[in-house]
């Protein structure tokens, strides 16, 4: 009688394996097939979580600047802006007689934030040099034409004041060469609020 290991060898001469041969074999495909698909999982798993962990698009930021009349409710006027965009809200000082400019800028989220205060005399209510407000320390400056103070962007969420007379002249200069005159959109004594409304997906 053969041998097992004749037999083996002579069951690979004709091709056919032995039944212990074949479901060996068939195990190692199975395992093999279960190892691919294992590793496919996470390939795939891995480039969803990838999708899932890539960052947004930055904000396009189409925002809206606008002045709201805080007593009666209602926009008073307003005025696209791009996130980054300065408006400087220009004036003449009650005292000093001297122009003041207020610097802001549309934040990418629809925020109000204080940028500098230009002037070039001191007056009630101007500061004299750097001050802390909140977490924000601000750079005083001296230069050529004036004093400069920087607010590094200082979160402000609204600005309120009072429209004035014309000898204020409280005008908004926006940064492609448009002006609006709190005046002409708002009563004597009315009581307006300065923001920015809107954000990335605000408008189509």
Not at 32 to 51: E, F, H, I, K, S
Not at 152 to 173: A, D, F, I, K, W
């Given at each position: 009688?053969p041998?097992a290991?004749?037999?083996?060898r002579?069951s690979?001469a ?10 060996a074999?068939?195990?190692?495909q ?7 698909l294992?590793a ?5 798993a ?9 960052p947004e ?6 925002l809206l600047?606008?002045?709201?009349d805080v ?5 008073a006027a307003?005025?696209?802006?791009a996130a980054g965009?300065?408006?400087t809200?220009?004036?003449t000082h009650s ?6 400019d207020e ?15 230009r002037?070039?005399?001191f007056g009630a209510?101007l500061?004299?040099?750097?001050e802390?407000i909140g977490s924000t320390?601000t750079?005083?400056?001296?230069e050529?034409d ?7 962007g200082?979160?402000l ?8 007379s ?7 200069l926006?940064?492609?060469?448009g002006?609006?005159?709190?005046l002409?959109v708002?009563a004597?004594?009315?009581?307006v ?7 990335p997906r605000a408008?189509?």
């Amino acid at each position: 009688m053969p041998s097992a290991t004749t037999r083996k060898r002579a069951s690979s001469a004709s091709g056919t394996e032995p039944p212990e041969v074949q479901q060996a074999a068939a195990r190692g495909q199975g395992l093999a097939r279960r190892r691919a698909l294992r590793a496919g999982g996470a390939v795939l798993a891995a480039g969803l979580l990838g999708g899932l962990a890539a960052p947004e698009p930055e904000a396009g930021g189409r925002l809206l600047f606008t002045v709201t009349d805080v007593d009666g409710g209602r926009v008073a006027a307003s005025r696209p802006v791009a996130a980054g965009d300065r408006v400087t809200l220009r004036y003449t000082h009650s005292v000093s007689k001297r122009p003041v400019d207020e610097v802001f800028s549309a934040g990418a989220g629809g925020r109000l934030l204080m940028q500098e205060m230009r002037f070039d005399t001191f007056g009630a209510n101007l500061p004299v040099g750097p001050e802390h407000i909140g977490s924000t320390t601000t750079t005083f400056l001296r230069e050529d034409d004036g004093y400069r103070v920087l607010h590094h962007g200082r979160p402000l969420g609204t600005v309120e004041l009072m429209v004035n007379s014309t000898h204020s002249g409280q005008v908004l200069l926006f940064p492609d060469g448009g002006r609006v005159r709190l005046l002409d959109v708002a009563a004597y004594g009315t009581r307006v609020e300065l923001g920015v409304q809107g954000g990335p997906r605000a408008w189509p």
